[in-house]
């Protein structure tokens, strides 16, 4: 046990005395202790941060379910480190951010930092485990405490509705992850990521690469809130601020894209891959950022925001995955910078992204509102704010000097880079990507505009805030401030971190190119296509918010049945309403018919079986000489029994039982049977009375019961059940595998001293079934006398009152 | 011969079974039902003796006893049933 082992589960053993702390301390906010969790886990991170940037990767593996190839194995390397070093980071400054935001007074805070906890270590859990059943497990714990944190407020409804949603999409994702593992295990003979990446170029030839692929691609698409999985993030944005500032935009929402970039060695190469994370992350990007601009709803914006930017993402890691298929010379290098693009972005997106949730939380939490309608001339009211604001966006806008300006320009590089692969039939639509990517940029431009001018440009209206606006403490500032300071610095020094963070990411992501990278990451390179698809955006865009009043209204012709969160609901619905519709068709309620479905069940699989099987053969060298008056019998036999079928009087219906009863005492007399004989005789008169005692107490039969008249269908089963039974008992007669035991017993007088051998078999040879059959007989007896006698007591006590 | 006369016998007392559910089953009357049964039980006692005479046993006599006494109560209990409808009657003093 390594202290890696340790500090991934240490947030979780803290959440254990996170509520003591709340009770017993409630003077001091539960925060200030908190905090140190996530911060400590953060400089233990760093202390990784030289040997990864060094090329070197670290295992750490603790046996748990060793006979099944679970073990709690760790495996730290660039793409690990980085994702822990962002959750545990932004974790810290969450942390710190929420001790200003929520009261202690008024919030179950206890509930709030435990759950973050869980979070803490889930995702820790995610992005070191090196097993794959272990990475599901942590995969599930992620989603399990983003649906308590979303859940947080719980007496609200949207709340409770959008923990639902993002719980039932997130679950159905990591449900195909895990048959995707589970394919993966089957296809590599292990759980380990490691030992399976290494077996990449054997396996793709596997028929179970393919599904394994989608499944893990759905997984990974549902997390990362892509194309058509997004719908859960809007509503997810009814969590807490520093939740979403957290969750959903800096790490959870990440875990998809950890994904993809993990399983990029393993899967990347191939066609498939590529066209689908590419054409879902562009479609995602250029989805997200137009619905982005609609919204009125500042954390709406941003919940858009955060899927277009995923979906940025996400294209960037299809496009670079065509390094692979090369898997080095200049071709490869060309199409790394993808990848270069994409883990920058991610590192970029962050930063930006979490600074400007904090912001958005401080102008809900000073003026009382987010909806942008209310909002405006903030600048002078909230200074602080509003630079921190300003410097987010234009990140997110891609402008320089600021860190998003370097990334996108990546992005557009990718995206020709892209456009001009040979590869893949790329030939016919390849000249998309470029498109489809400035016109996503376009329209980010323009929601990161709306975001700050009209939050914090135009007319100040007080009277429309519920509290006066003023700035936020100088605690609540710190956090976005340290994330802008992030945003500005790496715009200036990206070198640094392309050779501490970005180098390993991508030897992660391309192992094959490992080593070979050279990257330098320039803010001007000169009169490229890339400056003036830039150029073009900021162009357009401004030309697109200056006339934002005339074409928004387009967004209000969107025919709103045709949205995907519609299509959500009404599937819900009409999921349920199908279930109870089957429901309510087959369970009637009426035993009848689920007799009916039994027996057309056992007839239909049985005799099918034993049809396709050949069983039935019937051989009749065995069978005895039959007499003159055994025939007679059967014929009395078949005739009670057809009495008591079509009979409509009760009576005649016993009598009919009665007789039949007798004549199987007199077969049993024929067949030598004695006993059975002397008990058949007992038991049918007993059984004939106890009839006749019921009948009293029931009431007349109808004239028109409907039992009354032949129905076909029943008429149809009992013939099927019947010949069924028949031709399995005549078949079974015929194959008799073994001679019979019955030898044995014929030694019962000196065995048992027993001249009876039936007797000597139910009380000495089995006496234990005999003994049981007491019991049953007990039981019916005391059940019987319960059922009368209590029924007599409740109708007193009725009676009395 | 003898056995002859035995096989003879258990065909004819076959018949008159036979012949008793056809009456069960034709009867217009529950009476003639339940006189059917009653017939049908005697021809079974009887029966079971030429059955016992014929496979040279003993082991069925307390069978004959059994359906001697129970087709009497049965008899009794659907008259009782008939002429009342109830089998066992509660006590007076209830």
């Known amino acids: 046990m390594s202290w890696l082992h340790i500090f991934i589960l240490f947030p979780l053993l803290a959440a254990v005395i996170i509520p003591i702390l709340f009770k017993k301390i409630p003077r001091v906010h539960t925060g200030w202790f908190v905090l140190v969790v996530p911060l400590a886990v953060f400089i ?84 070191f485990s090196d097993n794959m059943i272990v990475l599901y497990l942590f995969w599930e714990l992620t989603s399990i405490s983003s649906f308590l944190l979303i ?93 979403s500032a957290y969750l959903h935009s800096a790490t959870m929402v990440k875990a998809g894209i950890y994904l993809v970039a993990r399983f990029t060695p393993f899967f990347g190469g191939a066609m498939e891959w590529f066209w ?173 505009i709306v975001l700050v001018f009209k939050t914090f440009f135009g007319k100040y209206q007080p009277e429309r805030l519920e509290k006066e606006a003023h700035e936020a403490p100088w605690g609540m500032l710190i956090s976005p401030l340290i994330l802008t300071v992030l945003v500005v610095v790496i715009f200036f020094v990206p070198n640094v971190l392309a050779h501490y963070v970005l180098e390993p990411m991508m030897a992660s992501i391309l192992p094959p190119l490992a080593g070979e990278f050279d990257i330098h990451i320039e803010a001007w390179h000169g009169f490229e296509p890339e400056l003036f698809m830039t150029i073009g955006v900021v162009v357009l865009g401004a030309i697109l918010y200056a006339t934002l009043r005339k074409w928004i209204v387009l967004y209000n012709n969107m025919p709103r049945a045709l949205s995907i969160t519609n299509a959500y609901n009404s599937g819900l ?84 039982v009665g007789v039949l009863g007798y004549i199987v005492a007199l077969f049993f007399v024929v067949l030598r049977a004695p006993d059975l004989a002397l008990t058949q005789l007992a038991i049918e008169t007993v059984t004939v009375a106890l009839f006749l005692v019921c009948f ?22 009992a013939g099927a059940v019947g010949l069924l039974v028949t031709l399995i008992s005549l078949s079974a007669n015929g194959h008799r595998l073994f001679p019979a035991i019955s030898d044995f017993y014929e030694d019962a007088y000196e065995l048992a001293g027993a001249g009876n051998m039936v007797n000597a078999i139910l009380a000495d040879f089995r006496a234990i079934d005999t003994l049981l059959e007491i019991f049953v007989l007990c039981i019916a007896g005391l059940a019987a006398y319960a059922l009368i006698k209590l029924r007599l007591a409740r109708r007193e006590q009725d009676e009395n009152q | 011969m003898f056995e002859t006369v035995l096989l003879v016998m258990l065909f004819l007392l076959a018949i008159a079974i036979l012949g008793g559910l056809y009456r069960a089953i034709k009867g217009p009357s529950m009476a003639d039902r339940v006189i059917a049964l009653d017939l049908i039980s005697i021809m079974m006692i009887a029966l079971i003796g030429v059955v016992s005479i014929y496979m040279e046993t003993d082991a069925f006599l307390e069978a004959i006893l059994l ?6 109560i049965g008899a009794v209990a659907f008259g009782k049933y008939i002429e009342r409808g109830v089998i066992i009657e509660r006590k007076r003093d209830d």
Do not use: C
């Not at chain 1, 935001?101 to 206890?110: D, F, P, W």
């Not at chain 1, 039994?598 to 007839?603: E, G, S, T, W």
């Not at chain 1, 396709?612 to 003159?628: E, P, Q, R």
């Not at chain 1, 028109?704 to 089963?717: M, P, T």
């Open chain 1, 276 to 448: 689908i994370v590419t054409g879902v992350g562009l479609l995602t990007l250029l989805w997200g950022s137009l619905l982005a601009v609609k919204q009125r709803d500042l954390k709406a914006l941003l919940a858009f925001s955060t899927i277009s930017q995923l979906g940025f993402i996400m294209s960037l890691l299809g496009m670079g995955s065509a390094a692979l298929y090369y898997g080095g010379g200049d071709e490869a290098h060309l199409h790394s910078m993808a990848i270069l693009a994409a883990v920058f972005h991610l590192v970029n997106h962050a930063t930006f992204k979490g600074s400007l949730f904090m912001v958005v939380g401080i102008v809900d939490h000073e003026t009382g509102t987010r909806d942008l309608r209310k909002l405006g001339g903030l600048m002078s009211i909230m200074p602080i704010s509003f630079t921190l604001a300003l410097i987010g966006s234009l990140s997110m806008a891609g402008l320089p000097p600021f860190n998003g300006f370097l990334s996108k320009e990546l992005f557009f590089t990718g995206a020709l880079n892209a456009a001009e692969l040979d590869i893949f039939r790329m030939e016919t639509y390849g000249a998309l990507i470029p498109i489809v990517a400035w016109t996503a940029s376009i329209f980010t431009f323009v929601y990161s």
């Open chain 1, 696 to 717: 009293y107490h029931l009431p007349r039969l109808r004239e028109k019961e409907e039992g009354d008249g032949i129905n076909v269908f029943n008429l149809i089963i």
């Open chain 1, 151 to 243: 859940a947080y407020w719980y007496a609200r409804r949207q709340s409770r509705y959008g923990a639902q949603k993002a719980m039932l999409i997130t679950i159905f994702g990591g449900f195909a992850m895990l048959a995707a593992i589970i394919m993966l295990s089957i296809m590599g003979e292990t759980f380990s990521l490691q030992a399976l990446m290494a077996q990449s170029d054997q396996l793709v030839q596997h028929e179970l690469f393919l599904p394994a692929m989608i499944l893990i691609l759905i997984g990974a698409f549902t997390k990362s809130v892509q194309f058509p999985f997004h719908i859960w993030l809007p509503d997810a944005m009814e969590a807490p601020t520093p939740i």
């Open chain 1, 573 to 656: 619905k009409g999921m349920e309403s199908i279930s109870r519709k089957v429901t309510d068709w087959h369970m009637t309620g009426f035993s009848r018919d689920y007799l009916r479905y039994i027996l057309v069940i056992f007839v239909v699989i049985t005799g099918a079986s034993l049809f396709l099987l050949d069983g039935f053969s019937i051989d009749t060298a065995n069978a005895a000489n039959i007499n003159g008056f055994e025939i007679i019998l059967s014929l009395v036999l078949v005739g009670s029994t057809a009495m008591v079928v079509i009979t409509r009087s009760r009576l005649t219906a016993v009598i009919g």
């Open chain 1, 44 to 127: 233990y991170l760093l202390t990784f941060l030289p040997m990864v940037a060094g090329g070197e990767t670290a295992m750490y593996s603790l046996p748990w379910i060793p006979r099944f190839d679970i073990h709690y194995s760790l495996y730290v390397d660039g793409l690990g480190l980085v994702f822990g070093l962002i959750i545990s980071g932004i974790g810290a400054l969450v942390v710190l951010y929420s001790i200003y935001y929520l009261s202690k007074h008024r919030e179950a805070l206890h509930n709030f930092y435990v759950y973050l906890m869980m979070f803490l270590t889930a995702m820790l859990g995610v992005v």
């Open chain 2, 67 to 72: 359906l001697g006494i129970l087709a009497f």
